[in-house]
C-alpha cells in the first residue's frame, strides 16, 4: 500500500505527453496477435492493464516485443491461430483486457483458464460469457459469473447476430473478436453507440466490417474467417487520464496547461462537452486522423464552474470520466446532477457510491438517487482534509489526489498503486506541472 497526500498548490502550467489510450492499447495487442504480417505500435499504454494483455498475447503463442519507449511489435499467428496457454491467464485489474480476451478465446479451439486481482474478480463476466456460448465456447467455474473461469473455445463456432442487452463496448468487442474466427457474419447491434475503437482498428487493419445507423441504433456486421494482414497504429493520448490534469488546471486558479495529440474520438469526447458548457476554458484545435482515429491539442486555462444537468444520454461518451467531473461539480457553483450511472456500479470499484462516500467526506454536499448523483458545489472553496479509502480504484484514486491539488486542507489516499493500471508517472506528471502530492 502506498499511501498519498495531495496538498493545494499554486498554478498548473505545461505542456506535458498523456499516457497512451488504453482502449485502444488493448486492441492493438489483441488484433495484432492475430494478424497474418503483425503490427508495429507506437504510443501504447505501457500500463499494468496493458502489460497484462501483452504478456497474455505471449502466452498464447504470438510474438510480443518492445522496442522502446511505447513502440512495440506484435507478430500475429493468423485468425484463428493462437494456442492453448501454458498457465493461468492473469489479467491483473483490467475489465476490458479479461473481456475482450474472453471473446478472442471463445473461437479458437483450445482450453485456458483467467485470473484476475480482487477489484476484477468481483466484476460481472457473464454479459460477455451469454452471447460467446451461442458461438459454442463453454465456460467453467464462474458460475457467480466472475472470475476465475475456464474458457474451451468452439471448435465450430457459429455466427450470431447479437443486439447488446446492455451498452457496453467491451461486449460489443468481445463478440467481435470472437466472429474473426467464425465462419459467414457475425452482427452486433447497439441500442446507443459505444466507443467503437474495435470497429476502427479491425477496418483499418484490413477486415471486413461494416456500420450502419438504423435510426439511432447501429448495426455492426463483420465477416469472419479472412485474415487480416497487419500494419502500423498509432496509439493517441488516453481523453480519459488525460481528463485528471485537465480538470486539475481548471479548478486551481491560475493554471494554463496543453495537452497535445489527445485521442478526440466523437465518441469519447462527452468529458470536453459538459466542461465547456460548465464554463471551463478548453480550446480544441488541431483535429486531424491518424490511422482512423481522430487525435486534438487541448489548451486549458482555470476557470470558476457554473453546476450542470446531464441526462443519461451523454453517459456512454464520458463513462470513465464521472469521477473526476464529480470533483469538478464540487468546485463549481450551484447544484449539478448526473444521471443514467447504473454501470459504475460495476466499474474497477462501485463508483457511485465511492464518488459520494469521497466527496462527503471532503466537506461536500451529495447525493446518491438511485442510479443520479447530485452534487452541491462549493464554488470554489472546497473543504477536504479527508482520507479516502480508494478500493484498488485507479480513477477513484487520481480524482481524489486533483480534488486535494484545489482543497482548503490535504486529502489522503490509502493506495496510490492501482494508478499505474492506467497512467504510470502520474504523480510526477502533476508535480512537474506544479501540484504537491507526496507520500503520507
Ligand atoms: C472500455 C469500455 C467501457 C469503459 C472501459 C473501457 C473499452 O466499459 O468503462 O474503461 O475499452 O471497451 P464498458 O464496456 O463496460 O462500458
Known amino acids: 500500500m502506498l499511501a498519498l497526500v495531495s496538498r493545494h498548490a499554486g498554478p498548473l502550467a505545461g505542456d506535458p505527453q498523456v499516457p497512451g489510450d488504453k482502449s485502444i492499447s488493448h486492441r492493438a495487442l489483441m488484433l495484432g496477435a492475430v494478424t497474418v504480417g503483425g503490427v508495429s505500435i507506437s504510443g501504447l499504454l505501457e500500463g499494468e492493464d496493458v502489460l497484462a494483455t501483452a504478456a ?3 502466452a498464447l503463442g504470438a510474438s510480443v516485443e518492445r522496442h522502446g519507449d511505447g513502440r512495440w511489435q506484435v507478430f500475429g499467428r493468423g485468425i484463428g491461430g493462437l ?13 476490458t483486457g479479461a473481456r475482450l480476451l474472453l471473446g478472442l478465446l471463445a473461437t479458437h479451439p483450445l482450453t485456458a483458464t483467467m485470473s484476475g486481482d480482487k477489484s476484477l474478480s468481483e466484476r460481472p463476466m457473464e454479459r460477455v460469457m ?10 467453467v467455474g464462474a458460475d457467480d459469473g466472475r472470475l476465475p473461469v475456464t474458457v474451451t473455445g468452439a471448435v465450430d463456432p457459429l455466427p450470431i447476430e447479437y443486439e447488446l442487452p446492455v451498452a457496453s463496448a467491451q461486449v460489443k468487442s468481445a463478440v467481435l473478436l470472437a466472429g474473426l474466427n467464425a465462419p459467414g457474419r457475425t452482427s452486433v447491434i447497439e ?4 466507443r467503437d475503437h474495435t470497429e476502427r482498428m479491425l477496418r483499418h487493419l484490413g477486415a471486413d466490417i461494416e456500420v450502419t445507423d438504423e435510426g439511432g441504433r447501429r448495426r455492426i456486421v463483420l465477416a469472419g474467417q479472412l485474415e487480416m494482414s497487419g500494419g502500423d497504429i498509432i496509439v493517441p493520448g488516453d481523453i480519459s487520464s488525460a481528463a485528471f490534469p485537465l480538470v486539475a488546471a481548471v479548478v486551481t486558479p491560475g ?6 495529440g489527445v485521442g478526440f474520438n466523437p465518441l469519447r469526447v462527452g468529458v470536453i462537452e459538459t466542461l465547456n458548457e460548465m464554463g471551463a476554458a478548453i480550446e480544441v484545435t488541431g483535429r486531424h486522423d491518424e490511422g482512423g482515429e481522430l487525435v486534438a491539442d487541448l489548451e486549458i486555462s482555470a476557470s470558476a464552474l457554473r453546476s450542470i444537468e446531464v441526462a443519461a444520454e451523454r453517459t456512454q461518451s464520458m463513462i470513465d470520466e464521472y469521477p473526476i467531473l464529480a470533483v469538478a461539480a464540487a468546485f463549481a457553483e450551484g447544484t449539478s446532477r448526473f444521471h443514467g450511472l447504473g454501470e459504475l456500479r460495476v466499474k474497477e470499484s462501485d463508483r ?14 451529495v447525493k446518491e438517487s438511485g442510479d443520479s448523483l447530485i452534487v452541491h458545489g462549493c464554488g470554489g472553496l472546497v473543504p477536504g482534509g479527508t482520507d479516502i479509502a480508494v478500493e484498488l480504484d485507479h480513477r477513484i484514486a487520481m480524482a481524489f ?18 494508478i499505474d493500471s492506467s497512467f504510470p508517472g502520474f504523480v ?5 506541472l506544479g501540484a504537491a502530492i507526496e507520500k503520507a
Open 191 to 194: 441500442p446507443e453507440p459505444t
Open 83 to 95: 494456442v492453448a496457454p501454458p498457465s493461468v491467464l492473469d489479467m491483473g485489474n483490467s475489465g
Open 401 to 418: 489526489l486533483v480534488l486535494g491539488l484545489a482543497a482548503e486542507a490535504p486529502v489522503v489516499i490509502d493506495d496510490a498503486s492501482a
Open 56 to 58: 497474455a498475447m505471449r
Open 428 to 432: 510526477a506528471l502533476m508535480n512537474g
Open 255 to 260: 493554471s494554463r496547461l496543453a495537452l497535445r
Open 352 to 365: 457511485l457510491a465511492a464518488m459520494a462516500k469521497g466527496l462527503a467526506a471532503a466537506g461536500v454536499g
Open 130 to 139: 451469454a452471447p460467446l456460448r451461442e458461438m459454442g465456447a463453454r465456460f
